[in-house]
């Protein structure tokens, strides 16, 4: 039997180049310190996202995306496709729990410096990744077209239209004609199933394969520690001891899906009317909720500027330096620069939690 | 020697980068070209816009003093209100901020966007929250059973 595991490795050796496969996992290692807990969340939302990729495929045996039949479908794949309510609730409940984890990992790699040189591209790949994540969750809200989701729909192409010049033509392209229709719902459907998909797995590649070629990184106060000689550098192998644990985090948030699907099944809603008014009480998902409380803040003209275009432009302006901020704070160690940096984190951070609280009250 | 086939910058001959000019902005071209009819896929065809000028919103007996209907008026959401006083006002039911359908609150009296707390009076005016213009307002007549809307344009 071993002899026989060998000579496969031995017959793969030959064609993949010599131990590869075996030289990957013996020297790649995982930096332990009292921050290893936060190198999880990456691999966790990675997890996550194949649960949706194999949620997705299968609600795709059923799912149909046109408005006569979309809102139907997802009640046939949650009242008569035996397991049906299952898959479902997994997989929104899976697409929230990634997007958690997705900022938990981001905002970890932040405090803790992991993107300062050489990690720029790996913060700039993530940074895209989480927006395309987010898109995920935006065309993919729309797709049981009900109530909420179309008035959230209608809301957010609607904000994109507010940008001067290129605006209308984005709203357009976005809704498949100038209002929220049918056309809205395939095009959603497109995004969400073939463009988003192929755009993500590009990026996450190049995410990965930065990770792998440029190693984990040690927050900057644990290195000056090994540097002064105050705590060992200490390694753990990544295979197998770091992605036994990985796993074991893995089993858990399986555990954790199927219990949260099965007791609270992810609601369907009313099937959308496009001739009802808005109802009470209507929000978009959590993850949008501090953009969405802004919004309702904001007076209908802030100084020459149309009130949501403000705050469009204020949230593009803060995302585009946050994309960039390995380039800003670029002498990270303790100076006053870095100090800032970790300050407006703390801001995003607070203002995000604050203004979400607002909108739930 | 030279290489015939790789010319240093200051060996291209005049005529030799008058041809890269002319192949690149050629190939150049036929990308646009390419692209141009892609581009144009992505982006639908106008529908026509319906042209109708009145539409039939309730009949009389339908709405009751202090009370509101969104009806359909051509392709778009419209509001039909009766106000206290028993007289009907109509208006686009498009909210000018970011396009939620609004509705009347008899509470209030006055015309409501559920999605970011917009209000409008019962001319049609944005009175608070975040709506930057007016309701487009539409004209009402009762012909016989029937109350009907129209707009101007």
Redesign the interface.
Known sequence: MASLSRQVLEWLDERFGAGSVEEFLRHKTVPVHRHTIWYYFGGMTLFLFVIQVLTGILLLLYYRPTPNDAFESVQYIMTQVRFGWLIRSVHSWSANLMIFTAFVHMFSVYFLKAYRKPRELTWISGMLLLFFVLGFGFSGYLLPWNTLSF?AT??GT??AGSIPVVGK?LL??LR????VTG?TLTRFFGFHVAVLPGAVTLLLAMHLFLVQRLGMSVPPRAEQAIREGRQPARVMPFFPNFFLRDMMGWYAALGVLGALAALFPWELGSKAD?????????RPEWYFLFM?QT??Y????VLFL???FAGLLAFGAAAAVWVAVPFLDCKVGFGRVTRFFTGLGIFALGYVAVMSALALR | MRNPDRPTQDSVQPGRRWINVLLGSGVVASIVAFLYPAIDYILPPPVAESTSRFVVAAKVDELKNNAGKVFKFGSKPALLVRTTEGEYRAFSAVCTHLNCTVQYRSDLREIWCACHNGLYDLEGRNVSGPPPRPLEKYEVHVQGEDVVVTRST
């Not at chain 1, 498949?176 to 209002?179: L, Y």
């Not at chain 1, 904001?298 to 003209?301: D, F, M």
């Open positions: 008035f209608k809301v609607e904000m033509w357009i392209y498949g004609g100038e209002e056309a496009l001739f009802a008014p808005a109802p009470a009480g209507i969405f919004l309702k904001l007076p209908a003209k149309e009130g949501e």
